[in-house]
């Protein structure tokens, strides 16, 4: 195995602005963009990656941004890294559960230079953030030389590494709405080892009714379980306009389970990572059935 | 007054503030003018003979300095087993043919790291494939694959070891059982990879050679083999290693083909091996399959044992040989066994090859045998701690023909384990357990198969004017903390501090020879050496001091807190500094030196001593993932007196994490003799939140081979740890484990196992 990145050459950007039109330029070169090169290093150091040109966003101050406001929700810009979404005192106080997925996400170090955005976008299927963002709904900005898309979390991933962005493009923010009332959601990925790539991960959004009986609406994320992280439509069909018992989340998970279309590894076989998801969405949707009843 | 006023102290390393800052130069930091950078190509197939080599492209490449493949190197085989010629068996670039994926065919020095690399790709090699062999069981069938053509059933290395009348004892026991186990891979996975700096002096016809290594002696007898050169025309450097864990006794053919490359060039060369190369083609812990057959008394004694291993040793021999009949005398320890049987296997396979690693054949031995003993328990309707404590033995215990336990502290340790438990874990949840495992473990190992004419240690030991101490031995530092052990018993020795003490360690043309860092055995071989060096000095300031004092021959002195003086009367005395000057002045102005050495005697066949204790671990276990958490820890060990307590500490924490890793999620996965997870993000080990809570409590014992009483700390606590994890598992849901590597998924298919034998059971009782 080769372990010394080949040559390429380096173009780095200031501004948003700046970045699109370096895409713009290199749309038909074999370019990569590099961010917190955290997945991307190691991609090009087995020379999976041998990119001609190396298009660097990571000095984009425009994009390095937390924010909140009532109306719109949380925006997350493509240069915020982990670190910043985790300690973010906004996140903390109206997203608790991105803040719970980031603490295990990889280790401190890593969570200081890779950004959320690279995350999403190198596109491992076991990738944190995608299924709370999948829960929670929210939608990722795709940017091109005077051009602008969004696209919904579930469908961001189309393939192993594979994202929506095309040559030319790059993502800018993610938008995750405020929630609604009488929500909660919880996410919780399984790994034996702490901070580890996740063998299935889960998360539920619950939204009770005013009474706080009734399911009024459910979104499921699972991530690991398939070539993208994946929306389990089915089991939130499950939970929707039930009161939700231990017997109902456990049919939910049986059927997310099905959903899911897991592949054997070395650390486990596509039986175990199916049963894993169901495990994980019962357990999730437990707690934020307790989240949504107390808030 | 304590007896010692450095022993026993806990002393910060001495070599901390050096790493801690980044100043501490390792072998991989170094560089010298017009050094080239070296490359191996190596064999994408586990057996193939070699048809034709074409390197002319590669060496076409600008930048290129030298290309040489099998036919270019002086075609010595080396290996640890130079007593036992035929077991040599390693060379620099495979000649005939490769016999495991990875062996190197060709080497490259170039101006830099990418050239060489690029060059790698120029050379054409023409394979013809042959079959291969990748398990023990299928390498000795008759109709198997030849690894090594002298070796017929790729039968490496075989151990018997025999006491008592073991067919008798079992036709007379109580209670038999029987268990078959298999026991995955691991690798050492130091920090800091093999990696060789080799300069070569055309006009003296001299090799020096920085590399990162446990015993720059091994290396430069290896060298001397693999280049048919002197061994003294050859000097090796140890720098600081980052890093060994076993995995660094070997000589590999990172510093072999530096030293060929630098002689063709006459320019130093430098050779780092990758992660991925670190991974694939550097020895790890072996995997064997185990067949354990146990005889018990009805109260739990035991009355016979007999085990057989059978060892997936790879292409070549490694200390493998040792390591196959370590695991059958470790697996006996620290028990009573009347009679006892072990047959060991070590094949040759087409695999890269399996060695020493921490805990030298104990770590799968006692993982089949500790938690076979708990399952008899269960079934005779004993104590697990109970039964250990049983057959637990006493000092002065010998095992014929093998090993004698001098300083013993096993009982105690037990005993203080039964009380420790009760107040620390009253109370124990659903689907917790707590698991144990008592453990022995020599403190260095009596073995010469190196070969070496000298003292298995020495130290040599200059004086100076200004008090300052010179001490130069090749003892290693591979970040186990032996510098500062040194320096604290040289200080200990000569009454005086740490400030005084001056290390040149790991050089062998600067000091004499010791024969490295393995089998835990520089604490007392090393320690002995320098103590000796050390005494030799302190009896000149004594027979100054009484001169100048005028004291009679009958009282004794001593030497502490930089004075000598009488021991009875310690007013009475002369500041060391003082003595220093008065002692060279009498001596010509010749600086006060001492030449200390040891070399075991009459210690039967593996150790002078041994350290041992009992491990407990509360564990819990999710039934719906599987799950498995160590909770915490507990350790009473017997390690004699402990000369470092930070440093005991740390060792033992590292090997509790080692040991863990062993038992949860480190392994080897192979296809075809391919490895399938050669990196870190695929090869799994345990991360600072997954470590448990560690206490460890000591039971003191004074050992009388050891200097100042002490036994080793680095290396016995790494086999308990996984038979431990499994026996906590296995009291908290009865699923039973007949392989390391408790990974959630076999964790989860043993519980329902486990159920479907429990339901089975009931239904049959309805
Ligand atoms: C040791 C380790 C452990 C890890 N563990 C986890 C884990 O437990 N969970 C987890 O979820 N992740 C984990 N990761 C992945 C880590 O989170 C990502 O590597 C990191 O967040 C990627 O961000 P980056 O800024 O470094 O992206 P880069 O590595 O720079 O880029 C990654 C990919 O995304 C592309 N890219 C980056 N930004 C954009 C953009 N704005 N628009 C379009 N394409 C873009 C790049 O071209 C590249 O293909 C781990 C990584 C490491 C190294």
Redesign the pocket.
Known sequence: MKTIITDFNYLAAKTLDEALDLLCKHKDDDY????????????MKHRL?TPEYILD??GVAD?DYVRFDEKEGLKIG??A??RSVELSPVVREKYEVLREMEE????IE??N????????????P????APPLIALDAEIT?SAKGEERTVPAEEFAVDF?E?V?QPG????EIRVPPLPPNTGVHFM?Y?QIH????LASASVLITLDAAKEQCVNARIGLGGVGVTPIRAKKAEEVLKGKKITDEVLAEAARVASEETSPISGIEASADYKRELAGTLVRRVGKEALERARRA | MSEYSIIGKPTPNVDGPAKVTGEARYTIDMTLPHMLYGKLLRSPYPHARILSIDTSAAEKLPGVKAVITGKDTPGGKWGLWRRFRELSDQQALATDKVRFIGDPVAAVAATTEEIAERALDLIEVDYEPLPAVFDPIEAIKDDAPMVHEDFPSNINATRHIEWGDVDAAFAKADYIREDRFVLEAAHPCAMEVHNSLASYDKGTGRLTVWTSTGSPYFVQQNLADALKMREGDIRVIKPHVGGHFGGKNSTMPDSVNAAILSMKTGRPVKIVFNRDEEFTTTEHRTAQHMALKLGLKKNGEIVAFEVKAMTNGGAYTGLGATTLYLTGTFITMPYKIPNYRYDGVRTYTNIVWGTSIRGFGSVPGKYCSETQLDRAAKDLGIDPLEIRRINAVAPGYTAPGQYTFESCGIQPCIEKMAVRVKEKWPKIEQDEGIGYCAFAYMTGGIFNWIDTPYAYSSAHIKVNWDGTVDLYSQAADVGQGHNTVAAMICAEELGIGLDDIRLHMGDTAHAYTDLGAWGSRETLMNGNAIKDAAAQVKQKLIDIARMKLGENIAYDFVARDKRVFLELRPERGVSYYDLVKDAIRHNDGVPLTGTGHYTPHNKGMISPAYAMGIMAIKAKVDRETGHVTAQDVLVVHDSGQIINPLGARGQTEGCIHMGLGYGLCEEMPMDQGMLLNPE??DYKILRTRDMPEIEIMHVPTYEPNGPFGAKEAAEATIAPAAPSLANAIYQACGAEFFSNVLKPEKVLKAIRAKEAQNNATSQAKK
């Open positions: 990569r963009i590099i961010a917190g090169g955290q997945s991307l290093n190691t991609a990656l966003i990571k994009l493509a240069l890294t982990h295990n996400v990889a280790s890593t969570r230079w890779g950004t959320l955005m690279g995350d999403l976008c190198n596109a491992d076991a990738v944190d953030p795709v590494f994202t962005v493009e790059m993502a800018t990925k790994s901070g580890d790539y996740a | 870190f993000v």
